[in-house]
């Protein structure tokens, strides 16, 4: 589904990443893990269409999409929740939805996609009218998780979805993060938290320095000894 | 009491055109961060574009108001290409490089459309033919105002209901808001960054061309220079009412006009000009995010 081929990207003059090769399957969750600067978060913006390759290959669904603008990529079926989660501060979470949906014409659909995300995450209902920086933090990463949802995308990106949130509601959007791919959605998560992504995960890649140092089964990298040691705590 | 009044009612006609050029700024503010200060020529053009179009339709000869509406009309059309061009030629190719490098492509755009003016339309002043014919309607107390302002404050008002509606009401108008957050999460909805910046030039720079025809109808007088004065001081309006804040815009642009006609009318004109310089450094020393700009810290 989503075949990303010797990618080379270049952030000023920093080699951001060195020839990645990554590929996702319809259906699966793959992630990504690795310190920071890795690349993992630079990867997951290349796909998007936000920084340009300097080399190599990105395809979804056999389409090239290397040097497509972000807002066609979108189009095409691939959404993301990016770091930080980057509400629209001062809009309110149903406006902030109402945009995940800014491609889309089908208004009964959009609604039914909308009362899907509030079912997925019902304290975004309770709160649908009130702008999106009062949320706490917990609560925008929900609402940046069902705002790329409303694009209908075949493949998600997710970037740190657990950054600073209480473990308790970490479990929580795993737990839906499981159930949205149970019904079809191909996920790519990007993870500092490498115990919770691999739980959920099939596949993962270990990111190092901009290279791709170790991909396998989740859980085989959950029996290596290298990756114990240095993302898994030993 | 009536002298007050009076000079109330002027005030408010002036400075709806000022914040009809302040909404230019601060609209193009909010979303690339960028003073441009090539908008007080986009008003000039659309003075003049009035002019060439009045002669054109012979407004001078029949004027009508559906003939006015027409200028109107077309010198909007004809800023709104001006703003489009000059933002994909001009400022989406330094738009990835520092915003001291867009500032000065801003001060060139400027000149270049000052100088170009004085070249295609010749140094000295044109009379803006009298499209409508003055009259004076008794508001009571003495305090009289003219048709033509009448007009002024009408069309002001429709715009900026109208443009509340686009930026509040429409699918373009959330896009904005989503844009001026943020550009990178405004992609990742599916926007396209660059359509939304272009159309907001288009926008603003129709409002400076019609602060352009609604001055001309009551200061005949137009002349390629004549953006710089009012662009400074809308561009001092938008600051007031806080930069990138719609109704501020507004806001500020009220304050200007008012505070401008008061000075003239009860100290001296010589501080015509001077009192816009006063409000801005007044602004920034008291207050300066401005009268309804906000740094709020976000939640991370």
């Known amino acids: ?234 | 009491m009536a002298e007050f009044f009076q000079q109330l009612v002027n005030g408010i006609t002036w400075g709806s055109v000022y914040a009809l050029i302040a909404l230019g700024y601060t609209m193009v503010y909010g979303i690339l961060k960028l003073i441009n200060f090539a908008h007080g020529d986009v008003y000039m053009l659309g003075a003049f574009f009035a002019y060439y179009s009045a002669r054109w339709l012979g407004v001078a000869e029949h004027p009508t108001p559906l003939h006015a509406l027409g200028v109107l009309l077309l010198a909007m059309a004809g800023c709104a290409v001006v703003g489009i061009v000059i933002e994909r030629a001009a400022y989406k190719p330094v738009r990835r490089s520092s915003r001291l490098a867009a500032l000065i492509t801003a001060i060139g755009v400027s000149l270049l459309l000052e100088n170009a003016g004085i070249l295609i339309f010749g140094p000295d002043p044109k009379f803006f033919p009298q499209i409508i014919p003055s009259t004076n309607i008794a508001l009571g107390g003495g305090v009289t105002i003219s048709n033509q302002q009448v007009i002024i404050l009408v069309v002001s008002v429709v715009l900026m209901i109208g443009l509340r509606f686009i930026v509040l009401k429409t699918r373009v108008g959330k896009a904005m808001q989503a844009v001026s957050h943020n550009h990178t999460a405004a992609a990742l909805m599916g926007i396209s960054v660059d359509r939304i910046i272009t159309f907001t030039f288009m926008i603003g720079s129709m409002l400076a061309a019609a602060a352009g025809v609604l001055v001309a109808l009551q200061n005949p007088k137009i002349e390629p220079l004549m953006g710089i004065m009012p662009g400074l001081k809308a561009f001092v309006a938008a600051v007031l009412g806080g930069i990138g804040n719609i109704p501020g815009a507004v806001i500020g642009g009220l304050i200007m006009g008012i505070a401008e006609v008061m000075v003239v009318g009860y100290l001296s004109p010589t501080y015509r000009d001077a009192i816009a310089f006063v409000l801005l450094i007044v602004i920034l020393l008291v207050r300066p995010a401005g009268i309804l700009g906000r740094n709020v810290a976000e939640k991370v």
């Open chain 1, 1 to 234: 589904m989503l075949e990303v081929e010797d990618l080379d990207v270049y952030y000023g003059a920093v080699h951001a990443l060195k020839g990645v090769s990554v590929r996702a399957e319809a259906g699966e969750i793959v992630t990504l893990i690795g310190a920071n600067g890795a690349g993992k978060t630079t990867l997951l913006r290349s796909i998007s269409g936000l920084i340009p390759a300097r080399s190599g290959r990105v395809t979804f669904e056999g389409r090239d999409i290397t040097r497509m603008p972000p807002h066609e990529i979108v189009g095409l079926g691939v959404s993301q929740s990016p770091e930080g989660r980057m509400v629209f501060a001062n809009l309110s979470v149903a406006d902030n939805l109402e945009l995940g949906a800014y491609r889309r014409r089908d208004r009964a659909a959009i609604r039914e996609d909308r009362d899907e995300v509030y079912r997925l995450f019902p304290r975004l209902l309770e709160r649908r009218g009130q702008s999106a920086g009062t949320l706490s933090g917990g609560e925008q990463q929900m609402l940046a998780i069902g705002r790329a949802l409303m694009s209908r995308p075949r493949l998600l990106l997710l970037d740190e979805p657990s950054l600073g949130l209480a473990p308790l509601l970490v479990r929580e959007i795993f737990r839906t993060l499981r159930e949205i791919n149970a019904r079809g959605m191909t996920v790519l998560l990007v993870e500092q938290n490498a115990h919770m992504a691999l739980s959920i995960a099939g596949r993962g890649y270990v990111l190092e320095t901009g290279r791709v140092r170790i991909e396998a089964r989740c859980a085989e990298l959950l029996k290596n000894e290298e990756v114990r040691q240095a993302y898994l705590g030993g």
